[in-house]
Nanobody, 116 residues
Framework: QVHPVESGGGLVQPGGSLRLSCAAS????????MGWYRQAPGKQREFVAL???????NYAGSVKGRFTISRDDVKNTAYLQMNSLKPEDTAVYYC??????????WGQGTQVTVSS
């Protein structure tokens, strides 16, 4: 099994930056892709960014150009560098690890609050 654990959330001013980490235990062969989702109060959980084992990335249009996803397979860790943060980025950010046979593993989430 894979157990993702997010960290790095917090309170930041608009225009600021945060770097989220997702440390995932388990075999790298069980981690085909790692991604970030977020959920704001009263809204559905939405896709933010994804990176495959081959390094291919995809971003939601709302964060493209501001966020960067990366991964370190040695450390079994994915990162989300968030720049130029906006109040609408406020949400709980969840890490998702995709494995074989469409298996998905979710972290507990980390709160990101963007406010003056």
């Amino acid at each position: 099994q894979v157990h993702p654990v997010e960290s790095g959330g917090g309170l930041v001013q608009p225009g600021g930056s945060l770097r989220l980490s997702c440390a995932a235990s388990g075999s790298i062969f069980s981690m085909y892709a790692m991604g970030w989702y977020r959920q704001a109060p009263g809204k559905q959980r939405e896709f933010v960014a994804l990176i495959t084992r081959a390094g291919m990335t995809n971003y939601a249009g709302s964060v493209k150009g501001r966020f960067t996803i990366s991964r370190d397979d040695v450390k079994n860790t994915a990162y989300l560098q968030m720049n130029s943060l906006k109040p609408e980025d406020t949400a709980v950010y969840y890490c998702k690890v995709s494995g074989p046979a469409s298996v998905e593993y979710w972290g507990q989430g980390t709160q990101v609050t963007v406010s003056s």
